[in-house]
């Protein structure tokens, strides 16, 4: 089986949940089961009377790895221009969903995309879903991410094998985004076939995305909210409040502490709030209250953009609060650095058993935590030091 998902993401908790090393998996053995990540399919084969288990990825390139966003460090894209943006249709409104919604009517009527994977949620009970949407009045009807964990790559092969559909967008989490660029990033030529037809991916910012069963324990239990009143979920930016908007106008907020620990445990070590590795980022952070920021950091999410500029069904101004950005990338630093902790983990554990990683694991820790020392106090530990 795959050691590095094992040793490198699964056992530190630190899956982001995206699914795409079980979209890519080539024998199927990879599969969601309870818990915060995939699980390896235990195979068994029959010889003679007895039945004995095998290594189900024996021969395999481990196309797994080659899609895992979490075996990577990845340095932000550098963004090309930064809006504050509403839809003028085909839903007029400046909320972060119905500005995708706008960006993808838009790129569906002109021909740029012909389908969208896209987390969904199912409007009357709130399950999260992968989908494929093809038309635009699938786009329009679709609820779109609403900070509700389903693996969004679940739905990648049906859309690529069934859907035979050539231009896709991807909208989902950050992290998802980033899957799609170390997808991007592979050589193996049997990735090939996504690597075509993914153009466009839109992130949403993302502070961390809740289990389906914040629905009924929180929003049921807590906030005596039904499923099918919430129109969209809201997180605030700081990680303050939760929020439910309801059909009928109305809004309840909670603290977002009574839904901390329905989190993803993945979330936890995750670095990138603004969506870093997309084509087109989108959130409320540094907005003028009813629009959305647009971060485009490629030159295919200018297009989407300017597209849906041209055709009516988007306006956008450089009113954005930059300062507000930039200090939610602060807080990626504050990750990071737990990020960081954790890389070191495993190198301590690697030196157990590696007597010549032990000089690697020790400069690590001294990069990561040496602190200035004062002369006297140095002067003092040399005197007592017996080398241990
Ligand atoms: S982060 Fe995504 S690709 Fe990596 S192990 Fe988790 S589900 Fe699989
Ligand atoms: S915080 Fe958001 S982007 Fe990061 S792992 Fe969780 S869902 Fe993915």
Redesign the pocket.
Same mark, same amino acid.
């Given at each position: 089986m795959s050691k590095r #998902?094992e040793t490198e +993401?699964?056992s530190l908790d630190t *899956? =982001? @949940? &995206? @699914? #795409? *090393? +079980?979209a890519a998996c080539s024998k199927q053995v990879l599969a969601w089961a309870e818990g915060d990540? $995939?699980v390896v399919e235990k195979r068994t084969k029959t010889v003679g009377y007895t039945k004995t288990n095998f290594d189900s990825c024996t021969f395999c390139q481990h196309f &797994?790895e080659e =899609? &895992?966003?979490?075996l990577q460090r990845w340095a932000p894209l550098e963004s090309r221009s930064v809006l504050a943006a509403s839809a003028r249709g085909p839903v007029k409104s400046g909320a972060p969903n119905d500005v995708i919604r706008a960006i993808l009517t838009a790129g569906r009527s002109s021909g740029l995309l012909d389908g969208v994977i896209m987390l969904d949620v199912n409007p009357w009970s709130l399950e999260p879903v992968a989908r494929v949407v093809t038309t635009v009045e699938e786009i329009v009807s679709a609820m779109g991410p609403q900070y509700l964990w389903a $693996?969004v790559f679940d739905a990648l092969n049906e859309a690529v094998f069934e859907g035979g559909f050539q231009n896709l967008a991807v909208v989902a989490t950050p992290c998802a985004a980033q =899957?799609i660029r170390k997808l991007k990033s592979s050589t193996n030529p049997r990735l090939q076939v996504y690597q075509e037809v993914i153009r466009l991916t839109v992130a949403i910012f993302c502070t961390g995305i809740y289990k389906p069963e914040v629905v009924e324990e929180v929003l049921v239990k807590r906030m005596d909210v039904a499923p099918e009143q919430v129109k969209r979920l809201e997180i605030s930016p700081d990680r303050e409040w939760m929020r439910a908007v309801l059909w009928d106008g109305s809004v309840r907020t909670i603290p977002r502490q009574q839904a901390e620990s329905f989190t993803r445990t993945g979330c936890g070590s995750c670095d990138d709030y603004l969506g870093e590795s997309a084509d087109i980022a989108i959130g409320t952070l540094g907005a003028p209250e009813g629009t959305s920021t647009l971060i485009i950091r490629s030159r295919t999410g200018d297009i989407f953009v300017r597209n849906a500029i041209q055709m009516n069904l988007l306006e956008t101004t450089h009113r954005v609060d930059e300062a507000a950005l930039a200090a939610a990338a602060e807080e990626k630093d504050r990750r990071a650095r737990a990020q960081a902790f954790k890389d070191l983990q495993i190198l301590m554990l690697d030196a157990l058993a590696d007597p010549l990683k032990r000089g690697e694991a020790i400069q690590q820790f001294t990069r990561l935590y040496r602190t200035p020392v004062r002369p006297g106090v140095l002067k003092e530990v040399r005197s007592g030091c017996t080398g241990c």
């Open positions: #998902l +993401v699964w *899956c =982001a @949940g &995206c @699914g #795409l *090393c +079980v990540h $995939p &797994c =899609a &895992c966003p979490r $693996p =899957a």
